[in-house]
């Protein structure tokens, strides 16, 4: 990489699906690479076609230093994908504990609705992401929300028979039926 870059390499050259250096690099899982990347200038926003941002992709993989790096750089916590998915339903669906309180750090809210009334908390709960339901109860995302369907996050969790993640649910959703 550092010789294709001292080169002459265009560091934010894309290939044919539109993918720059460094969403390929973290999508192959070499946080190392990105590094280096992000160190030579690379274009924190840079999306593919498909929409994926090297946030979303660091998120996914649970980069949590690059997502750090990402965020100091201006990478755009709200960009979402063809599917219109972001970095934090990225992380939350796949369990990224770190990622997930460096979003939450820099700004993104614990309880944000996304595409079809999903919230990172139903993300996370139908997963199974115990450890990312926590730290999102603990941040203030709301038990009581529904998505487009009319489900809750315990709902969801229920549905994927997530035992263990709808108990964190119920007791959550006690306390804040008691609160009320």
Do not use: C, F
Not at 98 to 127: F, I, K, P, R
Not at 159 to 170: K, P
């Amino acid at each position: 990489m550092e010789r294709a870059l001292q080169a002459g390499a265009a560091i934010n050259s894309r290939n044919r699906l539109g993918e720059s250096a460094l969403v390929v690099v973290l999508k192959n899982n070499h946080p190392e690479l990105a590094a280096g990347l992000l160190a030579a200038g690379a274009d924190v926003n840079l999306a593919a076609i498909n929409g994926i941002t090297p946030l979303m992709a660091a998120s996914y993989i649970g980069a949590t230093d690059v997502v750090r790096a990402l965020l100091r750089g201006g990478a755009d916590v709200n960009a979402v994908d063809r599917l219109r998915k972001n970095a934090m339903t990225y992380a939350a669906g796949e369990g990224h504990v770190g990622v997930v309180h460096a979003l939450l750090e820099a700004g993104v809210s614990a309880d944000a609705v996304y595409q079809n009334d999903l919230t990172a908390l139903m993300w996370a709960a139908g997963y199974g992401r115990m450890e990312v339901v926590r730290v999102l109860l603990d941040a203030g995302a709301r038990v009581d929300r529904r998505d487009d369907r009319g489900k809750t996050a315990l709902d969801i969790a229920r549905e994927q028979r997530q035992d263990a993640t709808a108990a964190i649910l119920e007791t959550a959703a006690a306390r804040a039926a008691a609160a009320h």
